[in-house]
C-alpha cells in the first residue's frame, strides 16, 4: 500500500483514532439530567433552607472531592460515584460539610454508617446520561435523628420530570416479605409509590445484614431492625398504603364537573 493510501486511510478511521483518547465511562459515570438536579435542589431547599446559590457539586470527571474547596456553609448536592459512598460520607461527616447525594435506593442501608444519616427513599426511576437507569434514594446529614423515611413527594417529582423528558414509566420490583420489625429500602420504596409518608428515628432502629433465620442469604441492600413501637408505626404505615393501593377511584366526567363548576359558584 502506498503512501498515499495509508495516509488516506489514517485520515477515513480519524473518528476511530480520537475514540481511544476518549475517557471510558464505568458504572460510576452517572452524570445527571440537569432538570432532574434542579428538582432535587429545589426540594433541598424547600425542605432544608439552603440557598441555591450555597450549593457545590465537587463530584465531577477527573475531580477529587477530598481536595475540593469547600466555601463556608456551604452544601453538597450532587450525584457521587455510588462505589465508594462509604468512604464520601465519611469524610463529610468528620469534617462538618452538609450534603444531600444520591444513593443506589435498594441498598441504601448498606455499610457501617447507616444509622448515622437520614435515608430517603422515594421510589424514582432516573435515566441518566450515559444511559443507565437506576433506581434512586438520597442520604443525608441533615435530616436530624431520622435514620430512614419514604418521601412520595420528592418520588412523584422526579417521576414527573423523567416522564417529561423521556416518556419513562416505574416498573415495580419483586420482593421478599420480612416481618414488620425489618424494614428495608425496598420496602420504605413501595410506601413511598404509594403516597405512605414514614419515617424511623435513630434511637428506634439499628443496621443489620440479614437475620438468623436466612441461614446463607442475606437482606439485599441492608436492613433496619425496628423497635416494637416503630414496628407498630411501620405495620400501621403498609396497611394504609394497601389500602389506598386497594382501592378504586372513580373520576368525574366532563359533564359531572361541569356541574361541580356551576355549584361551586357565588349564589347571588
Known amino acids: 500500500m502506498g503512501a498515499t493510501s495509508q495516509s488516506k486511510l489514517k485520515f477515513e478511521d480519524y473518528d476511530g483514532f480520537v475514540e481511544k483518547f476518549k475517557p471510558k465511562k464505568t458504572t460510576d459515570d452517572c452524570y445527571t439530567p440537569h432538570e432532574i438536579y434542579d428538582v432535587v435542589a429545589d426540594y433541598v431547599t424547600e425542605r432544608f433552607g439552603i440557598d441555591r446559590a450555597d450549593m457545590v457539586r465537587p463530584f465531577y470527571p477527573g475531580g477529587d472531592f477530598e481536595s475540593f474547596d469547600y466555601p463556608d456553609g456551604c452544601c453538597v448536592v ?16 468528620d469534617n462538618g460539610i452538609k450534603f444531600f447525594i444520591f444513593a443506589p435506593s435498594l441498598t441504601a442501608f448498606s455499610g457501617a454508617l447507616t444509622t448515622e444519616f437520614t435515608h430517603i427513599i422515594c421510589d424514582a426511576n432516573i435515566t441518566y446520561e450515559n444511559g443507565a437507569v437506576v433506581r434512586t434514594a438520597f442520604v443525608t446529614n441533615m435530616g436530624g435523628d431520622i435514620v430512614a423515611e419514604s418521601c412520595p413527594e420528592l418520588g412523584d417529582r422526579i417521576n414527573a420530570k423523567m416522564d417529561e423528558i423521556k416518556g419513562c414509566t416505574s ?16 420496602k420504605l420504596q413501595w410506601l413511598a409509590a404509594h403516597h405512605t409518608p414514614f419515617q ?20 439485599f441492600g441492608g436492613g433496619l431492625l425496628l423497635s416494637e413501637r416503630a414496628a407498630a408505626e411501620r405495620a400501621a404505615a403498609e396497611r394504609a398504603a394497601a389500602e389506598r393501593a386497594a382501592a378504586h377511584k372513580w373520576e368525574l366526567s366532563e359533564r359531572e364537573r361541569a356541574m361541580v363548576h356551576a355549584l361551586s359558584k357565588p349564589v347571588d
Not at 455510588?82 to 465519611?90: A, H, M, N, P, V
Not at 416498573?171 to 425496598?186: F, G, H, R
Open 78 to 93: 450532587d450525584n457521587p460515584p455510588f462505589s465508594i459512598l462509604q468512604r464520601i460520607k465519611r469524610f463529610y461527616r
Open 171 to 186: 416498573k415495580k420490583l419483586s420482593k421478599y416479605e420480612y416481618p414488620d420489625e425489618v424494614l428495608t429500602s425496598a
Open 200 to 219: 424511623v428515628r435513630r434511637p428506634d432502629c439499628i443496621s443489620i445484614r440479614k437475620l438468623e433465620a436466612q441461614g446463607d442469604k442475606s437482606i
